[in-house]
């Protein structure tokens, strides 16, 4: 039986760096994004929905998911990211369901920012929040070229946080270095490997 985990955190927090290092002890990981990506290509379900929700003019020549366009609507209209995300939200959980149905891997994670706001955390066997203090992740999204204003509007978008860490089963507390972080991700490595039976990563 694969144990299912998911991996969230906000803007800026460390997630994807977790998923790096949970990806190095032999879990397999999927990233929400790069799952958005496939199901904006043309011709499959994220882009009939977003056709259907805002428009031709939302999709390029090729009928894929215009992004950058998309993003500037919904990021900037609340009402609009919420139809957005109440109609791709489920079509993430079903792949992610699908390939991990299919997974050798006795660990698969799906990293996903918004995975307890879209109302996905049951699906999981445990729930694993990255969490830093907003200030510090407002510095990281800027240094990573995001505007100011926009770092802030992202941020804002993604709430304060406190369903994401409510609901989860874990916090991942990135408030200091790498080597601190890691301690913690081997920590959860090893606690995974015993839910799997010994499975699921690399010794």
Do not use: C
Not at 13 to 39: I, M, N, P, Q, Y
Not at 183 to 196: C, F, I, N, S, Y
């Amino acid at each position: 039986m694969t144990v299912r985990v998911g991996l969230t955190g906000g803007l800026a927090s460390g997630k994807s760096t977790v998923a790096r290092l949970l990806a190095g002890h032999g879990f397999r990981v999927v990233d929400a994004d790069e799952v958005v990506a496939w199901l904006y290509e043309s011709g499959r379900p994220g882009a009939l929905a977003v056709g259907h929700l805002f428009g031709p003019a939302y999709l390029d020549t090729a009928g894929s998911v215009d992004r950058a366009r998309l993003a500037e609507r919904v990021f900037a209209d609340p009402a609009a990211r919420r139809r957005l995300e109440a109609a791709i939200h489920p079509l993430v959980a079903r792949r992610f369901e699908d390939l991990a149905g299919g997974a050798e891997e006795a660990v698969v994670v799906l990293e996903a920012t918004l995975l307890v706001e879209a109302g996905m955390a049951d699906a999981f066997d445990l729930v694993v929040s990255v969490e830093a203090e907003e200030g510090r992740r407002l510095a990281r999204a800027v240094a990573r070229g995001l505007t100011e204003a926009g770092a802030r509007e992202r941020l804002e978008a993604q709430g304060d946080g406190a369903a994401r860490r409510q609901r989860a089963d874990r916090v991942l507390v990135n408030d200091r270095d790498l080597a601190h972080l890691t301690r913690q991700v081997d920590a959860l490595a090893a606690e995974l490997r015993r839910r799997a039976g010994g499975g699921g990563g690399t010794p």
